[in-house]
């Protein structure tokens, strides 16, 4: 037997007779087309003809709601197709369309032959799925077969403990199998709605579902049921209201009765037609993802295999096999991260050779003992791990982390010292012009202790004292003359500069090194990772030391920067005084005020960083200007105040803080966005407005910018009306000192999307790992390391798969190698 195109092409002909008003059959042609579109899709065997059916959306049309000129052109199409199928019938010998009962399509693991069909394909190929309904899917970030497969519920609702109908319990999620007794269609409030009672051999049970009439004529007396949803309680009796519910049959339930997956849903998509088709596509295509993690791996560490990881994770069999599933998904992620990140490393350390350093200079000791301190502990430790590391030939990659003002400047100068020592040039970038100026007069001035100043131009010092020629330490910024900008690059193209300190005016192509061997870069939170490399093609494969003093979580930091070795200062220099930290209601802003006024009359100052705005920098910098001129007129008349914002070009900002710190004025008034991560000792009062809008790091961060002389400092937050997590933020700022234990809780409450701000985060869409899976991340780190061992590159044949994998996730990681 086989499926006759010839009704329909009578119905469709019929239908253009008269007139394409949707007329030619009973019901709708619609519903007309989906009978016939459901029995012969399972028939169509050549690729071609299945592709153009599924375009013509058969199966799932939507005649009615086309207009007249529309529904002309889809009957033509339609009708063209036919003509197609029969042809190409008779051409074979053979019917394109054979009957639908000659193909065994039992239960799961249905083999598709089509060759041109993978699981890289569109979704569209999926029986059932319309270009419209492939569009709602698209704008879930769903486009092709795979990502459907990977398309997981966001949680599962636990329907698999049935319960006789007699121990219902009120209140709570149930599930009971019962039969049907009677349903019909009621009125509920006015709506069409649907009743029925069921029972099993304990009792009966009544259940509603509203607005939903048309269930009343599919469930027919004697029909077994499985309900599961919560239990209410009406007129003393036990009520289902619009429980989920599905017929118990011989097939896998997937609504009711079981752990029921709940999926994310867009405009359109719908709950049980959407679990309907991710168990159709699940069943006949998960089984087609290959495992690509060599199965001695995922023995060794009790792994479900891949394709039953994804059949789990979308629907269960139990608690334990979902947890299963989920730890598979999860160690995917993040051992390809790992993968990703150590192959990143290798084609770092693999590029060039480096440039050993031997650190065995007096010259190191000399600029120790020069100090007016003593290296705390942790900063000896961290500086030993860093000479260790520059003295091997392989370039080092290294994030040193360190709370602010923990002493990481004096560390890093040490290295440069020591670069300069072995007739390398050193750079240290920072992320804006006035903290580069700072670690420029930081770092000069400590050199000066050990050497002497010999020389001294713009933006250029010379010490003797430590080389048998000066020592010349230069500041290359964005806004100095050209002429001079040239005269540096020219000088430090010569080998002239040892070591270079600036922004990213560093890495901009003018700039070439004579013999570069140390990057330093300050604050690499504000660095991309092609920044970084930017710089490490200035040539040479120099030595990398990145700094951070946003402390970041071990788990992130294994996950962002596992390519790079980790190095923490986990102390502050000895007599460092806690900032008293102080959340405001809004009806304090006025005491604040006068507290300010009174530390200024004490010779301090103070910092007030502005509002919050979203939105560009120009609306930002207006915003500001603004609230300083409320602040002079209104708030501080007798006081100056400075301004900073980001629409200030460079000299101008610089000329502000100069301003400040020199004493000169007494307040600055600065945009968030602004790097205040300046030195000012006087400093005693941060005030921080729409404190509630901050991460706590960046809260810490602003907090950290006072507190640097002898008196004691200050920290106010102000927070119109914070939502409860910020005051949950706010209530662990004003407790908690420390960086590290803030950033854990930033990251908890915030994830880490936010942590970092999503744009710079570079991190990974992971979705079934957390990053509080610390033993899996640990795990998954140490199982990368260990194939990296055996096999660096992926070459082996069983890591093909797994090569292919990682390309297809970390398609960058070709640019590394
Ligand atoms: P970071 O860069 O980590 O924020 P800095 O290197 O700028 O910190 O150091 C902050 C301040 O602490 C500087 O004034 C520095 O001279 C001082 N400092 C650094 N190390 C020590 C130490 N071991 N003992 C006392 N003061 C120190
Ligand atoms: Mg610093």
């Known amino acids: 037997?086989?499926?006759?195109?010839?009704?329909?092409?009578?119905?469709?002909?019929?239908?253009?007779?008269?007139?394409?008003?949707?007329?030619?059959?009973?019901?709708?042609?619609?519903?007309?087309?989906?009978?016939?579109?459901?029995?012969?899709?399972?028939?169509?065997?050549?690729?071609?003809?299945?592709?153009?059916?599924?375009?013509?959306?058969?199966?799932?049309?939507?005649?009615?709601?086309?207009?007249?000129?529309?529904?002309?052109?889809?009957?033509?199409?339609?009708?063209?197709?036919?003509?197609?199928?029969?042809?190409?019938?008779?051409?074979?010998?053979?019917?394109?369309?054979?009957?639908?009962?000659?193909?065994?399509?039992?239960?799961?693991?249905?083999?598709?032959?089509?060759?041109?069909?993978?699981?890289?394909?569109?979704?569209?190929?999926?029986?059932?799925?319309?270009?419209?309904?492939?569009?709602?899917?698209?704008?879930?970030?769903?486009?092709?077969?795979?990502?459907?497969?990977?398309?997981?519920?966001?949680?599962?609702?636990?329907?698999?403990?049935?319960?006789?109908?007699?121990?219902?319990?009120?209140?709570?999620?149930?599930?009971?199998?019962?039969?049907?007794?009677?349903?019909?269609?009621?009125?509920?409030?006015?709506?069409?709605?649907?009743?029925?009672?069921?029972?099993?051999?304990?009792?009966?049970?009544?259940?509603?579902?509203?607005?939903?009439?048309?269930?009343?004529?599919?469930?027919?007396?004697?029909?077994?049921?499985?309900?599961?949803?919560?239990?209410?309680?009406?007129?003393?009796r036990h009520v289902f209201e619009s429980p989920e519910w599905e017929r118990l049959e011989d097939k896998e339930l997937i609504h009711a009765g079981r752990l029921v997956p709940l999926y994310p849903l867009t405009q359109g998509l719908r709950p049980r037609q959407v679990r309907k088709l991710m168990k159709e596509v699940v069943d006949q295509w998960g089984w087609q993802v290959e495992d690509f993690l060599p199965s001695g791996l995922r023995e060794r560490c009790n792994l479900l295999e891949l394709p039953e990881a994804i059949s789990q994770a979308h629907y269960p069999e139990d608690d334990a096999l979902k947890d299963r599933a989920r730890v598979r998904l999860a160690f995917d992620e993040l051992f390809l991260l790992q993968l990703g990140v150590l192959s990143k490393k290798r084609a770092w350390q693999e590029g060039q050779p480096g440039s050993p350093i031997s650190t065995k200079t007096p010259l190191l000791e000399a600029f120790l003992q020069s100090l007016p301190f003593e290296l705390t502990p942790a900063q000896h430790r961290v500086l030993k791990e860093l000479l260790a590391n520059l003295e091997k030939p392989q370039p080092m990659s290294r994030l040193l982390q360190g709370e602010v003002g923990s002493g990481k400047t004096v560390v890093a100068t040490a290295a440069l010292l020591v670069t300069a020592a072995n007739g390398y040039q050193g750079v240290f970038m920072a992320p804006t012009e006035i903290l580069a100026e700072q670690h420029f007069s930081t770092i000069c001035q400590l050199l000066s202790r050990a050497g002497h100043l010999e020389g001294q131009e713009d933006y250029l010092h010379s010490y003797s004292g430590f080389l048998s020629r000066p020592l010349t330490v230069a500041l290359l910024i964005g806004d100095i003359t050209q002429t001079k900008k040239r005269e540096l690059q020219r000088r430090i193209l010569d080998g002239d500069i040892d070591i270079v300190i600036g922004t990213h005016a560093l890495i901009q192509k003018e700039v070439e090194f004579h013999r570069l061997g140390l990057a330093v870069v300050d604050e690499q939170h504000r660095f991309g990772v092609t920044q970084r490399s930017a710089l490490r093609q200035k040539g040479f494969n120099p030595h990398m030391l990145v700094m951070t003093a946003t402390p970041i979580p071990r788990t992130l930091a294994l996950t962002l920067y596992g390519d790079l070795d980790l190095s923490v200062i986990d102390q502050l220099p000895p007599g460092r005084q806690v900032v008293k930290t102080k959340w405001l209601k809004p009806g304090q802003r006025a005491s604040a005020y006068a507290f300010i006024n009174r530390q200024v009359a004490d010779g301090r100052q103070a910092f007030i960083i502005c509002p919050l705005i979203e939105e560009s920098e120009i609306i930002q910098a207006r915003a500001a200007i603004a609230e300083y001129e409320r602040l002079s007129q209104d708030v501080f008349p007798e006081l100056r105040l400075g301004l900073l914002h980001g629409r200030m070009s460079a000299a101008e900002k610089d000329k502000v803080m100069r301003r400040f710190r020199s004493g000169e004025l007494h307040i600055l008034v600065a945009t968030?966005?602004?790097?205040?991560?300046?030195?000012?000792?006087?400093?005693?009062?941060?005030?921080?407005?729409?404190?509630?809008?901050?991460?706590?790091?960046?809260?810490?961060?602003?907090?950290?910018?006072?507190?640097?002389?002898?008196?004691?400092?200050?920290?106010?937050?102000?927070?119109?009306?914070?939502?409860?997590?910020?005051?949950?933020?706010?209530?662990?700022?004003?407790?908690?000192?420390?960086?590290?234990?803030?950033?854990?809780?930033?990251?908890?409450?915030?994830?880490?999307?936010?942590?970092?701000?999503?744009?710079?985060?570079?991190?990974?869409?992971?979705?079934?790992?957390?990053?509080?899976?610390?033993?899996?991340?640990?795990?998954?780190?140490?199982?990368?390391?260990?194939?990296?061992?055996?096999?660096?590159?992926?070459?082996?044949?069983?890591?093909?798969?797994?090569?292919?994998?990682?390309?297809?996730?970390?398609?960058?990681?070709?640019?590394?190698?």
């Open 1 to 236: 037997m086989t499926i006759n195109a010839e009704p329909l092409r009578k119905v469709l002909e019929l239908e253009c007779n008269k007139g394409y008003a949707d007329s030619a059959v009973i019901g709708g042609l619609d519903r007309f087309l989906r009978n016939w579109a459901g029995q012969a899709v399972e028939s169509i065997t050549s690729p071609r003809l299945l592709n153009r059916f599924n375009k013509l959306r058969l199966v799932n049309s939507n005649y009615a709601s086309l207009t007249k000129e529309q529904r002309k052109e889809w009957i033509n199409s339609v009708l063209d197709f036919l003509t197609e199928v029969e042809h190409g019938a008779r051409e074979k010998g053979e019917a394109n369309l054979v009957p639908a009962v000659s193909q065994p399509p039992s239960g799961a693991r249905r083999q598709r032959t089509v060759a041109s069909q993978s699981i890289d394909s569109p979704i569209t190929i999926i029986r059932g799925i319309s270009l419209s309904l492939a569009t709602k899917f698209n704008k879930l970030g769903v486009k092709t077969v795979r990502d459907l497969l990977y398309f997981f519920p966001h949680r599962h609702l636990d329907y698999s403990q049935r319960k006789p109908v007699s121990q219902l319990t009120e209140g709570k999620e149930e599930t009971i199998v019962a039969n049907v007794w009677q349903a019909q269609e009621i009125r509920l409030g006015g709506r069409r709605s649907t009743e029925a009672i069921v029972g099993d051999e304990t009792g009966n049970v009544r259940v509603v579902w509203f607005n939903n009439p048309y269930l009343a004529k599919s469930i027919a007396t004697n029909t077994r049921l499985v309900i599961s949803g919560r239990v209410s309680l009406f007129k003393g």
């Open 672 to 817: 968030p966005v602004v790097e205040v991560g300046i030195d000012i000792p006087n400093a005693t009062v941060m005030m921080v407005e729409s404190a509630d809008r901050f991460g706590l790091s960046q809260l810490h961060q602003f907090r950290g910018r006072v507190g640097r002389g002898q008196e004691q400092s200050y920290c106010m937050l102000l927070a119109q009306n914070p939502s409860e997590v910020a005051r949950e933020r706010l209530d662990i700022i004003e407790k908690v000192q420390d960086g590290f234990q803030l950033a854990e809780e930033d990251l908890k409450l915030r994830g880490p999307g936010e942590f970092f701000g999503t744009r710079q985060s570079g991190l990974p869409d992971l979705r079934m790992a957390k990053l509080s899976d610390v033993a899996l991340l640990e795990l998954a780190r140490s199982e990368a390391e260990k194939l990296f061992k055996k096999d660096k590159r992926l070459e082996k044949q069983e890591h093909s798969l797994l090569s292919k994998e990682l390309a297809r996730v970390w398609p960058e990681a070709g640019e590394w190698s």
